[in-house]
Structure formats: C-alpha cells, structure tokens
C-alpha cells in the first residue's frame, strides 16, 4: 500500500487504514469525540477522533487543532453516506505537521479587497480552488484541440521592440539602456511563424497598462493566439467557434464538479454549439438603436452594448466588419467594401463581453506601408515585419482567445481577478 493516499482517493477503499496528508478546515467537538475537516487539494475528508480509541498524545493534538493546521492522520475509511466523498475516516492516530495561530481567514464573510490582499490564502478556500482547477481545465481542452487540429505551439517573446495592440497600453522597460516593452500580443510574431509553420499557436502572458478598472480588465492576461498561413476571413471565424464549443463541451464533461462548487447553471452552457450567429457591425448598430442604445457609425462599443448585443443570443455571437479607421493597423479591409476590416470580435452570451478578437491580415506589402504611416509606427521598428509581406505573402488569419475572460464566463464568475491566481489590475501588483 502507498504511504499515503489523496482524499479524492479514499472513495472504494474501505475498511482499509490509510494515511492522509492536509490541512485542517475546521473541527467541532462533541464532549469525548472530534469531528476534523480536512483538505488535501483533492478533495475533503471528515476525520473522527474519539478520546477512548486513540493515544492521549493524538487526543491532545486533535484538542489543539486550529483552521489550517496542517496534519498527518492516519485511521480506518468508513462509508459514509451522508459526507461528499462517501467515506470518513476513524482516526486511529493524528498529528500535527505544521501549526497555524490566527489564521486570518476566518469563516466569517470578508470584503474583496481584504481576500485580495490575502490572495495567497485566499486560493485554499473551495471555491477559489475550484475556478482554479477549471482554469487548468479549460487550458488543457485549449491546447487538446489546436494540437490536435495540427496547430504547433510556438512561443513569441515577452520582451519587444514595439507595440502590437497601439501604443497606449505599452508597460515600457529599460532593456540595457534602450527601450523595450512587455508584450500585449504575440501576434506579429506568430504571423512569422505560420509562415514557416503552417497552423501555429502561442500560450502566453501579454501585458496591456489598461486604465479600465473594469470587471474585465487586467493588466497581465494569458491569451492563446492561433495564426494560419492560407486562411481567409471565414474560416478564422470557423476554428474560433470550434474552439470554443470544443472547450464548452469538455469542461461539461470533465469539469462537473467545480461547475458545480460554483453553482454554474449549465443549461446556458449546454447551448453553446456551432455555428455562432453572426452579425455585421451595421446590423449589430441597427439591433442597439432598436433597443434606445444608437450610436453613430464608426464609434467604438462600450461594455453596456457588448453586454446588450451577447444577450441576443444563446450561443457567443461574432460581430464582424468594423469600421476599418479606428481598427489595428494589421487589419485586412474588406475588398467589397474597404472602409470595414475583415476583424471580428466573438461575444459571450449572458453579459461577459469580448471573448476572443481576430481578423484576416494585410498580406499586400504596399498597403501595410501605408497603414504603418497613418497609424504614426516607424518604419524601422517593424520592417521585420513587412518582410513577411515581401518574401513570399499569402493570405492568412488569426486570434487572440483571452483565457481570464473565458474562465469568467464559463465559470460565470463576477470578476475576471479570480480566475487567475495572482490578478494583476490597475490597483493591484500585490501579493
Ligand atoms: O482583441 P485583442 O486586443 O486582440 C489582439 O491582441 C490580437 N492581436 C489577437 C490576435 O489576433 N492574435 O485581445 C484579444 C483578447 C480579447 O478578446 C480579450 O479576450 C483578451 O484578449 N483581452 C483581455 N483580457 C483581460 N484583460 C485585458 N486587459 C484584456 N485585453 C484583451
Ligand atoms: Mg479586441
């Protein structure tokens, strides 16, 4: 037998004795037996302690115990019913690993501000644990379909000569003396790389000195950005709407128990299946101005229409053909009509916003000049990149998946800061 077992092991094991390695969640008395809670990570285990069946050094240390100790118990596995795993533990012996006075982290409820600040503690409480582990979920379902799909990761640098995303988000640094910034999209490089790849995707933190303090908004995200050589408009729209229902899906069949913690409602879930609606950015401005939110060609959506226009349907809904002026300068205009760029950006339903944005490339090497001109970027700093158009352009494609924001949906949690580990925000670089 193992010197010890994972809680989410337990299950099938008894009567066998067993020991288990966690911490203490809490504990009650009854007069000569102790009820302990345990965690390991893996799941949570009641251990019973009863005065007349173990030593007085284990009965002491079980008096003793206090929210998050840290324990080694060992004891016999019991059915039980009524507990989650379906099993207790009979404690023939207890000890403790590592103490733990004043926890600060009480059960009592505690204002956001004051669990971000005790972020690192936070993370151990289970519904945190569990938007963690469906992060990792949704991370592996990600990069089970681009790696199936014969999309090879590759990955772009964290440190860059120039912006990718304007310049206004830019966190500069001092890289030997000159300057240099934290990367806010791999994709000029992944656009290197498709060429000489075919399907490629990077999986990395970008960096945008946002100064939205929204529920949406952090300044070090992960996105996965899938870029395709020979890939126009419409099929970069298929692989993101495969994508999505793809991670959907297994997280419904892998992640039921976290979705669950989190009080998920999964119908909505369930509806998510391709093909998305799409609606051309005229048709989406015609939908606001029906429900008393009109703008005027060419403004840009606030989080408001994002919301209004996602909640008109139950799939994510592509919203695509975007004035081409305010767009990034990469963007492809639509040769049927070139003051729209062949961009999109993918709505979650149920009030989440901007999920993934993509969009066809300039693959023609004198109209890239000329919008590198009109949008102010020096030439020098990205010819690199017009070398791509000069040896050998071809028509092609990609997208940015923000992994926080899918997270948020999926989990429909309140804020993106909890589905990532250590959120970094406006106000926030701490702990
Ligand atoms: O729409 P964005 O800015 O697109 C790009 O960066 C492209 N270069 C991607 C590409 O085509 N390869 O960002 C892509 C996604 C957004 O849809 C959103 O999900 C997420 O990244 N995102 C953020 N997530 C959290 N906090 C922020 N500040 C974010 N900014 C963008
Ligand atoms: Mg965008």
Redesign the pocket.
């Known amino acids: 037998m193992k010197e010890w077992q994972r809680i989410a092991d337990l299950s099938g094991l008894e009567p066998e004795s067993v020991t288990v390695l966690g911490w203490v969640t809490h504990h009650r008395s009854s007069g000569r037996i102790e009820f302990v809670a345990i965690r390991d990570g893996t799941g949570e285990v009641q251990a019973v302690v009863r005065a007349d069946a173990v030593s007085a050094e284990t009965w002491e240390a079980t008096r003793a115990l206090t929210q998050e100790a840290a324990v080694r118990v060992s004891g016999q596995v019991r059915a039980d019913a009524r507990a989650p795993g379906g099993v207790e533990l009979l404690v023939g012996e207890l000890a403790l690993v590592g103490a733990s006075a004043d926890y600060p982290l009480t059960p009592k409820e505690h204002g956001t501000d004051f669990l971000m600040e005790h972020r690192h503690l936070w993370v151990r409480t289970p519904r945190q644990a569990a938007v963690l582990r469906l992060r990792a979920r949704i991370i592996h379902a990600i990069r089970a379909f681009l790696d199936d799909h014969g999309f090879v990761l590759a990955d772009p640098p964290i440190i860059t000569p120039a912006a990718?995303?304007g310049t206004t988000?830019l966190f500069g640094i001092d890289y030997f003396g000159e300057a240099a910034y934290l990367s806010?999209?791999?994709?000029?490089y992944?656009e290197a790389l498709a060429m000489a790849l075919g399907r490629v995707y990077s999986f990395g933190p970008?960096f945008?000195a946002?100064k939205?303090k929204t529920r949406?908004?952090?300044?070090e995200?992960w996105?996965v950005?899938?870029?395709i050589a020979f890939c126009d408009f419409d099929e970069n729209l298929v692989w993101q709407e495969e994508l999505v229902s793809y991670v959907v899906e297994d997280v419904l069949r892998h992640a039921s128990r976290e979705l669950e913690t989190l009080g998920r409602d999964l119908d909505p879930l369930k509806k998510v299946q391709p093909p998305f609606p799409r609606l051309s950015y005229d048709e989406a401005l015609g939908r606001l101005g029906e429900a008393g939110m009109p703008l005027s060609w060419g403004d840009d959506f606030g989080a408001a229409h994002e919301t209004y226009l996602g909640s008109l349907f139950s799939a994510p809904v592509f919203i695509h053909r975007f004035p081409a002026a305010h767009k990034?300068f990469?963007m492809k205009p639509d040769p049927l009509r070139p003051e729209v760029a062949l961009a999109a950006?993918?709505l979650a339903p149920e009030g989440y916003g901007?999920?993934?944005?993509?969009?066809q490339r300039i693959d023609s090497p004198d109209l890239l000049a000329r919008r590198l001109q009109e949008h102010h970027l020096p030439a020098d700093t990205y010819d690199w990149y017009m070398d791509l158009r000069r040896y050998g352009s071809v028509p092609h494609s990609?997208?940015?998946?923000?992994?926080?924001?899918?997270v948020a949906w999926v989990g429909k949690l309140e804020h993106?800061r909890e589905t990532i580990p250590f959120a970094r925000t406006l106000t926030r670089v701490w702990p």
């Open positions: 990718a995303e988000t806010q999209s791999g994709q000029l992944m970008t945008r946002e939205s949406r908004h952090l300044s995200f996105m950005e899938p870029e990034a990469y950006d993918l901007e999920i993934v944005g993509g969009s990609g997208f940015g998946l923000g992994v926080e924001r899918l993106v």
